[in-house]
Each structure stands twice: as structure tokens, then as C-alpha cells.
């Protein structure tokens, strides 16, 4: 646990007034803010759920529209460190710490399309043209299928720490469904189905039934309760607070 940081307040009273004559500092651990860049308040809830036993303050960056302009780039892990450089010149003054996130949806037999421009292809095609592009790689095998047609949710926490940019990366396997099912989540989640997992929390093969399983059904009909048990973006912070601990693994 971080102890809380503890001050001696000392104070006169005058009149009906009180006046604060001095502030000193008694130990306990001060704080370090994060301020994240993103304007979802679950993402944000999520980031100091994880943060917070470290000792960190997560508090929101709202930018105006147009202030971050997104990159054109071929890997998350560019995406997340070019939007970062630029997160930076927006940090409030005194401030070093600044974190984003970014995601994307990587399908196997499209060569990892839409991958870094997943957003926008959800805008374009949608994810009923993502299963047109798909259409020709059927099977009545359900395993067979799930590997014809894998994919996977792929996240990056990237934090400037006032030094240096440190790296979190998240990934959930699984694979493209052949019709959309469910109205649940966002993006691209009515015809995504994750592979079960373990007891560790860890993806099982396609066919492997485990603790955890959606059991065929996608990101899109199942609550927001189970998603999370999958979740590629808290993946991605579980492996920056490892970073961030001391205590480097890859998950």
C-alpha cells in the first residue's frame, strides 16, 4: 500500500474567520499525476483503478478538437508514441507525466487490416464490410473456421514520465464470426468472438474450452462485466504497471 501523504496544518482563528499561517510537509508519499489524454470516462476510470495502488493520479486531458493530429503510421506502438510527443506541449505547467492510449483490430488472413486504421475503416466499410472481406474463408468445423478467420484486439498505454516513454501492451486473440451478433460494446464488437481463457487469465487455443468463454458468442452479446475479462486495454495497463512496479513481464 502508498502511505497517503500527511501534512500539519497550523491555522489562527480571528473574528468569525479562520487563517491557514502554515502548511508543513510530514511524510507519506506525494502524489505523481498522469494526466491521460482521452475523452472516454471509462477508459479514465479503468486507468486509475490500475494506477492508483502505485501512488499516481489519473486526472483527464481534454484537448479541443484538431489539437491532436492522428498519425498516419504502421504499427500501434508508433501511433501511441507520435500522439504522446504531441500530448506533451499541451501538459499544464510543473506537469512531466502524460499517458494515451490506442487500439486496433488486427485480422490475420486481411495482413493485420484494418489494424492502426480500424477506426477508420469502421467508419467506412463498417464491420459488415469487414465480413464481406471475409466472405470466401467458411467452414462448418467452428475450430477450423476460428482459424481461417483469427484476429485479434490489439492495445498500447504509452506514458512519458517526464524521462522516458514506457510501453503497455495488450492483446485478445480470436477471431472474425461469419454474421454479426449483438448490439452491446462499440466498433467492431458484433463480430468479434474471443478465445476462452484460463484461471491465469490467459488465451486458450480455438476449440479449448476454459474458465472464462463467451461461449461463441461475440464482444457484441455479451455484458460489459465479461468483455472486461478479456480486455485488450486493460491488458495493456496490467503491463505498464508491471513496468511501472519494477516488475517487467510480457503479457
Not at 472516454?40 to 479541443?64: C, D, I, M, W, Y
Not at 485479434?152 to 522516458?164: E, I, K, M, R
Not at 464470426?177 to 458484433?190: C, I, L, M, R, V
Amino acid at each position: 500500500m502508498v502511505a497517503p501523504p500527511c501534512y500539519q496544518i497550523t491555522f489562527e482563528i480571528k473574528g468569525k474567520g479562520v487563517i491557514i499561517i502554515g502548511v508543513d510537509w510530514l511524510g507519506g508519499t506525494m502524489s505523481t499525476v498522469i494526466w491521460f489524454l482521452t475523452g472516454n470516462e471509462g477508459k479514465l476510470t479503468e486507468a486509475t483503478h490500475h494506477l492508483s495502488p502505485l501512488g499516481f493520479e489519473v486526472r483527464q486531458l481534454l484537448l479541443p478538437e484538431g489539437a491532436i493530429v492522428e498519425p498516419q503510421l504502421d504499427s500501434l506502438e508508433d501511433v501511441a508514441i507520435a500522439k504522446l510527443e504531441q500530448a506533451k506541449q499541451y501538459l499544464p505547467e510543473g506537469e512531466t507525466h502524460v499517458m494515451v492510449e490506442d487500439a486496433g483490430l488486427f485480422v490475420d488472413p486481411l495482413d493485420g487490416f484494418p489494424g492502426v486504421y480500424s477506426s477508420y475503416a469502421y467508419k467506412t466499410i463498417g464491420f459488415q464490410g469487414l465480413l464481406r472481406l471475409l466472405d470466401h474463408l467458411q467452414s462448418e468445423d467452428p475450430v477450423q473456421a476460428a482459424s481461417l478467420r483469427s484476429a485479434s484486439f490489439q492495445a498500447v498505454a504509452a506514458l512519458w514520465d517526464g524521462s522516458n516513454i514506457i510501453l503497455g501492451k495488450g492483446s485478445c486473440p480470436g477471431s472474425i464470426s461469419t454474421t454479426s451478433n449483438g448490439e452491446e460494446g462499440f466498433g467492431f464488437d458484433p463480430v468479434f468472438i474471443p478465445r476462452d481463457i484460463d484461471d491465469l487469465g490467459q488465451p486458450l487455443p480455438p476449440g479449448t474450452y476454459g474458465v472464462v468463454s463467451t461461449h461463441g458468442a461475440t464482444f457484441g452479446a455479451v455484458s460489459l462485466e465479461i468483455k472486461q475479462k478479456f480486455s485488450h486495454r486493460r491488458r495493456a495497463l496490467d503491463h505498464l504497471v508491471t513496468q511501472l512496479s519494477g516488475d517487467s513481464q510480457d503479457l
